[in-house]
Each structure stands twice: as structure tokens, then as C-alpha cells.
């Protein structure tokens, strides 16, 4: 999927994000579940990391079933399934090219903030489609490439929020062309950190690149230093989520 190898440090790091995220219980995930409608159904969580989602999901759903590649985000999901005492709940080791389910498995297939990062998004979102049952759904978000977050990183990844919106672009003439019907909402959210070193901390080991130069990181955080006040970094983020 993404072109970072995460590790350990990576996961503690993207834990830190996490928190960061006022807009993870606020906003993305109020909704996330009104275009899932979730209740009763048997869901699959593509590339869900050490189970951000899962317990909120599984609140509401029948079933849930989470698939990630890599071993330290499901070792985070498993304990997160031990420590909530989730039932429900099942995770397992895939790709998303290669899912191994049969058509017509799931009522509802999700995928966050995944997608655009993996060259064979087609092949993939293909993949969804079939699995999903009629009358199923399959919800993907990702950044629209407006608000402060792609302009940060562009700061150090070439053409970044041309990417991002090229991507979108990209994404809904390829739903069309298939004849999806697709819903779109846009939701404004946010990452607030204690103080611009601690963002920069934060993203330097989830985001960026690595190997940054000391120029490149003055740039960055003399950006986090415009978006903070009254000791408080904020950064501003969009998420698009496609329903189909």
C-alpha cells in the first residue's frame, strides 16, 4: 500500500495522531456511520490499521471483518479487539488486490484514508464492488487535497495537492464510467497538538517522508508556528467520502 515501511515506531507515532484528531470522534466518524448504516450488517474494514474503527463499527454492526498486510497494525487491532472484549470482530492478514472473499459476502465494505496511496486503486475498488452484496455499499474517504494538512506536506513532497486533487478527479470519472451511482460528502476536519515541535514530531514519523533536510524541516514547522495560537497547533484537513 503506502510507500512507508511501518514498523512499531510508526504505529506508537500514528497512535499520537490519533489523539491529535478532534475530528475522529466529532465528525469523520458521525459520518461514517450515517452513509454505513451499519446496524445489523456484516461489514469489511479494508486496511484497518490497529482497528481505529473497528469498535466503533462493531457497536452497530453484526459482523465486522478487518484485512491489513501488515503485522504490527494487526497485532494493534487484536488488542484492541482482546482489551474492548469485541465478539464480533475478526481480523486477518490480506491485501486489497488480493481479498480473499467470495462475491456478495458483505452487506458494507469500508476503506479510510488507504486508497489513494496504492497504484492498483482500480483493480482494488473493483474488487469492493463485487464482494458487497446487492443493494450493499462500498465507502471510501480520503483527502481532497484542500485546507492546511496538503499544503503542509506539500512543503516537502513535490506537487502533493496536485496529486491529491488529480486522484478525486480520477476516482469519480472512473465511478462514472463504471455507472455507479455515488453519493459524495465533504467534511472539514482538524489536528490540534500541544505545541508546533510536537507536531512536527508527530508527522515527521507518520506522514512525511524521510530523510527531510534541516531547511526543509525549518519550512515545516515555521508552518506550524502560523497555525498555532494560544498554545494550541491546529491543522486543517477535508475528508471526501464516496458512497457507491
Given at each position: 500500500?503506502?510507500?512507508?515501511?511501518?514498523?512499531?515506531?510508526?504505529?506508537?507515532?500514528?497512535?499520537?495522531?490519533?489523539?491529535a484528531?478532534?475530528?475522529?470522534?466529532?465528525?469523520?466518524?458521525?459520518?461514517?456511520?450515517?452513509?454505513?448504516?451499519f446496524?445489523?450488517?456484516?461489514?469489511?474494514?479494508?486496511?484497518?490499521?490497529?482497528?481505529?474503527?473497528?469498535?466503533?463499527?462493531?457497536?452497530?454492526?453484526?459482523?465486522?471483518?478487518?484485512?491489513?498486510?501488515n503485522?504490527?497494525?494487526?497485532a494493534?487491532?487484536?488488542?484492541?479487539?482482546?482489551?474492548?472484549?469485541?465478539?464480533?470482530?475478526?481480523?486477518?492478514?490480506?491485501?486489497?488486490?488480493?481479498?480473499?472473499?467470495?462475491?456478495?459476502?458483505?452487506?458494507?465494505?469500508?476503506?479510510?484514508?488507504?486508497?489513494?496511496?496504492?497504484?492498483?486503486?482500480?483493480?482494488?475498488l473493483?474488487?469492493?464492488?463485487?464482494?458487497?452484496?446487492?443493494?450493499?455499499?462500498?465507502l471510501?474517504?480520503?483527502?481532497?487535497?484542500?485546507?492546511?494538512?496538503?499544503?503542509?506536506?506539500?512543503?516537502?513532497?513535490?506537487?502533493?495537492?496536485?496529486?491529491?486533487?488529480?486522484?478525486?478527479?480520477?476516482?469519480?470519472?472512473?465511478?462514472?464510467?463504471?455507472?455507479?451511482?455515488?453519493?459524495?460528502?465533504?467534511?472539514?476536519?482538524?489536528?490540534?497538538?500541544?505545541?508546533?515541535?510536537?507536531?512536527?514530531?508527530?508527522?515527521?514519523?507518520?506522514?512525511?517522508?524521510?530523510?527531510?533536510?534541516?531547511?526543509?524541516?525549518?519550512?515545516?514547522?515555521?508552518f506550524?508556528e502560523?497555525?498555532?495560537?494560544?498554545?494550541?497547533?491546529?491543522?486543517?484537513?477535508?475528508?471526501?467520502?464516496?458512497?457507491?
Amino acid at each position: 500500500m503506502a510507500s512507508r515501511s511501518k514498523n512499531k515506531a510508526y504505529w506508537d507515532y500514528w497512535h499520537e495522531l490519533v489523539k491529535a484528531s478532534i475530528h475522529r470522534n466529532t465528525r469523520e466518524i458521525p459520518a461514517l456511520l450515517r452513509a454505513g448504516r451499519f446496524e445489523g450488517k456484516k461489514v469489511l474494514d479494508a486496511w484497518c490499521g490497529p482497528g481505529r474503527l473497528l469498535a466503533v463499527v462493531a457497536r452497530h454492526a453484526s459482523m465486522v471483518v478487518g484485512v491489513d498486510d501488515n503485522v504490527w497494525a494487526l497485532a494493534g487491532a487484536r488488542k484492541t479487539i482482546w482489551l474492548k472484549g469485541l465478539k464480533n470482530v475478526r481480523v486477518l492478514k490480506a491485501r486489497l488486490e488480493r481479498l480473499p472473499f467470495e462475491r456478495n459476502s458483505f452487506d458494507v465494505v469500508y476503506c479510510m484514508w488507504a486508497l489513494h496511496y496504492d497504484k492498483s486503486w482500480k483493480k482494488v475498488l473493483r474488487g469492493f464492488v463485487q464482494i458487497v452484496k446487492p443493494r450493499g455499499r462500498v465507502l471510501v474517504g480520503f483527502s481532497s487535497g484542500n485546507r492546511d494538512l496538503p499544503l503542509f506536506e506539500g512543503i516537502v513532497k513535490r506537487n502533493h495537492v496536485k496529486k491529491l486533487k488529480r486522484f478525486e478527479k480520477s476516482f469519480d470519472a472512473f465511478c462514472k464510467k463504471q455507472g455507479w451511482h455515488v453519493r459524495v460528502r465533504r467534511i472539514p476536519l482538524a489536528f490540534e497538538f500541544s505545541s508546533p515541535q510536537r507536531a512536527l514530531g508527530v508527522f515527521l514519523h507518520t506522514f512525511l517522508p524521510k530523510g527531510i533536510s534541516a531547511q526543509k524541516k525549518k519550512e515545516l514547522l515555521a508552518f506550524l508556528e502560523r497555525h498555532s495560537r494560544r498554545g494550541i497547533t491546529r491543522v486543517g484537513q477535508e475528508l471526501v467520502l464516496y458512497s457507491i
